[in-house]
């Protein structure tokens, strides 16, 4: 299966690594509010959700169930404040289907 690469960017301002301040914003900080923002959405499950920053860049790996959660990751990222792009590397692969007696279909 091949991996689908995303780059979400922000449409509204033309942003850097400085928060709407100017401010440099270090990566560890981008990076706790990112993660906060993924686990705070009602609608996402963020625990299988990877998150990397770098100088601003923020990369989402793992796996989700939809395309609606995987659009919703990088939503959640890119409306963090100092985050230049996102790149969107997250897999949507459903659950697998369990029949009767725990065996896969």
Same mark, same amino acid.
């Given at each position: 299966?091949?991996?689908?690469?995303?780059?979400?960017? !922000?449409? @509204?301002? @033309?942003?850097?690594?400085?928060? @709407?301040?100017?401010?440099?914003?270090?990566?560890?900080?981008?990076?706790?509010?990112?993660?906060?923002?993924?686990?705070?959405?009602?609608?996402?499950?963020?625990?299988?959700?990877?998150?990397?920053?770098?100088?601003?860049?923020?990369?989402? !790996?793992?796996?989700?169930? @939809?395309?609606?959660?995987?659009?919703?990751? !990088?939503?959640?990222?890119?409306?963090?404040?100092?985050?230049?792009?996102?790149?969107?590397?997250?897999?949507?692969?459903?659950?697998?289907?369990?029949?009767?007696?725990?065996?896969?279909?």
């Amino acid at each position: 299966m091949a991996v689908e690469r995303e780059r979400v960017f !922000s449409g @509204d301002k @033309d942003r850097d690594e400085h928060d @709407d301040e100017g401010i440099l914003r270090p990566d560890e900080e981008i990076l706790a509010q990112v993660r906060e923002a993924l686990r705070r959405h009602p609608e996402l499950d963020a625990a299988a959700i990877e998150v990397e920053v770098n100088t601003g860049v923020v990369t989402l !790996s793992g796996t989700v169930p @939809d395309v609606l959660q995987k659009e919703l990751a !990088s939503e959640c990222a890119m409306n963090v404040d100092a985050v230049a792009e996102v790149f969107n590397y997250i897999t949507v692969a459903p659950p697998p289907l369990v029949g009767a007696g725990g065996r896969r279909r």
